[in-house]
């Protein structure tokens, strides 16, 4: 087994390669197709094909929207959590879908990236659906991890021979300390997420922002203290501000 490493455009991207298969540990964004068709065909002097699975770990826009995409293109397996309802269900879906995207492409501005389309399905329809500790078919190396708390439906992807782990966005590096993302919609889940990542202990993780990297106990504690009490999303963030700044206004009018 091989592990590729590339550069997506606003996250990692990391590829499985066997002799006679590939498999992509995340759905990326539906802007990096044609960096994953140039590496396949042009780096590995594979066919396109050969990438038989696409993992699914969660439905934001650089995790889940290349999957379709990739599947009508070359006929590959989409492989999920085991979640009946779609993540960006009803009104509120939409909106949630749409600042997803203001946010996705907010990154990739600041990392200067060229402006490229991002728009993808906002309902996932997998082929298959996987639980806590299933391997995954045609790769029985590798076992899922249900780790949700940042949205309800995470998945973390252990190769279990060399107990390295990709872990999406269920830990974030920032200025060389491992915290927990923005946003996390389920803090006492993701509590509970963090607890089995550290029972795990994997020999490394890998980051969706960040590369391979290998934790501490120093930072696993640190991660653990990190968890926050309540909800951290885009609308709190929001309404936290209005309400500071309709505070400031009235204090000013005294």
Not at 122 to 131: E, M, S, V, Y
Not at 240 to 248: E, F, H, I, Q, T
């Amino acid at each position: 087994m091989k592990l590729h490493h590339l550069q997506g455009y606003i996250q990692s991207i990391y590829l499985v390669e066997y002799p006679d298969r590939l498999m992509l540990l995340d759905g990326c964004t539906r802007a990096d197709v044609d960096t994953l068709r140039h590496f396949i065909t042009q780096e590995l002097k594979r066919p396109f094909s050969d990438l038989k699975v696409v993992m699914v770990t969660h439905m934001h826009p650089d995790h889940a929207g290349a999957a379709h995409q990739l599947r009508k293109l070359i006929g590959c397996k989409v492989i999920s959590s085991d979640v009946e309802h779609s993540w960006y269900r009803g009104v509120s879906g939409w909106m949630m879908y749409l600042t997803d995207l203001a946010l996705a492409r907010w990154v990739a501005k600041r990392l200067g990236r060229e402006r490229k389309s991002m728009w993808y399905a906002k309902t996932l329809k997998p082929d298959i659906k996987l639980i806590d500790k299933q391997t995954i078919p045609g790769f029985d190396e590798w076992c899922v991890f249900e780790t949700p708390g940042h949205t309800d439906r995470d998945l973390s992807i252990m190769h279990m021979p060399s107990q390295r782990m990709y872990v999406a966005d269920l830990v974030v590096k920032v200025k060389s300390r491992f915290i927990p993302p923005f946003p996390v919609f389920f803090p006492n889940v993701y509590g509970h997420s963090i607890d089995k990542l550290m029972d795990i202990r994997p020999q490394s993780i890998l980051l969706a922002h960040g590369g391979e990297v290998q934790l501490d106990d120093a930072d696993y504690a640190h991660l653990r203290a990190s968890v926050p009490k309540g909800p951290q999303t885009p609308w709190r963030v929001v309404k936290a501000k209005s309400r500071r700044a309709l505070g400031l206004k009235k204090r000013a009018r005294k």
